[in-house]
């Protein structure tokens, strides 16, 4: 007997409650349906704070077209009250429902309840992925209770540890610009599907070598500096991954200028580096490109 002929065998009563019954349960197997489909989706944290590159601006296209065509969920951050505020990024408590964090930072000086939420998100050991300044995050001066936090790029990325130092982190001039070229014994990276073997792109070349990308790093871009007046410029990576020392899959770069963004090969690049941090097959098809046309400050 099938379940119509049950219910039309019940008396009025209960045959109107047991079909009311059955809806519910329904309608809560749809429901439970989609909220298990919806977990399924990654949730990407975007964390970002600069004076000069407008990651408040770019961050939010890439989380959109994440969202949009790649089954990622998203939220962004930024500091407050505008990107000139060097000592506020609220909603960092997000971080604690983040299957996967960015970080687009620059100089920042937040509170230790904030710093705090970040080393909290680092100690799970979840993946990361980290765009050029961000090897220069903090800025707390010497004798700060915060100092140590100057050190962020290294102990989240492999990058130096901040601006300048012993490590002479720096850049080949404002005026120059960069060619990156695939490193050709990891050609067969799935980051670099479908990227390209070379590019342009407007960023200045950051000086990481000799020390950086440190703890294993495999880099998978080169660059090299064009236009430059530093007579002592040679080449550098621009693109690495890695596990970091808490034990995070990790994907950096030094690009990041807004007019990269233009470049359709570098935002290949960053799709598919975020699904590989986030264990996701890298996409056969890629559907953009993006349309990000983002001012550069300075």
Partial sequence: MNMINILQSLPDTYRKFSLAMLVFLMVSGM??????KSSKKPLVVFVTGDHEYSSEATMPIIAAELEKNYGFRTKVLKAYPDFKSEENIPGLEALKDADIAVFYLRWRRLPADQLQLIEDFLKTGKP????RTTTHSFNFPKGHPSERWNAFGE?????PPGWGGVNRHTHYGHESSTDVTMIDSVSNDPILHDV?????VRSWLYQVLPNYPSNGSKALMMG?????NNKNAYDNPVAWT???KYGAKIFFTTMGHPEDFDQEP???LVINAMHWVAGKKIPKKWKGPMDIHVPYRK
Avoid: L, P
Avoid at 31 to 36: I, R
Avoid at 196 to 200: D, E, L, N, R, Y
């Fill in 31 to 36: 429901s439970m349906a989609q909220e298990k």
């Fill in 128 to 131: 990361m992925v980290g765009f």
């Fill in 155 to 159: 102990w989240a990325f492999n990058s």
């Fill in 196 to 200: 390209g073997k070379s590019f342009h």
């Fill in 224 to 228: 090299h500096s064009v236009n430059t």
């Fill in 242 to 244: 890695g596990t970091n």
């Fill in 266 to 268: 570098f935002q290949h």
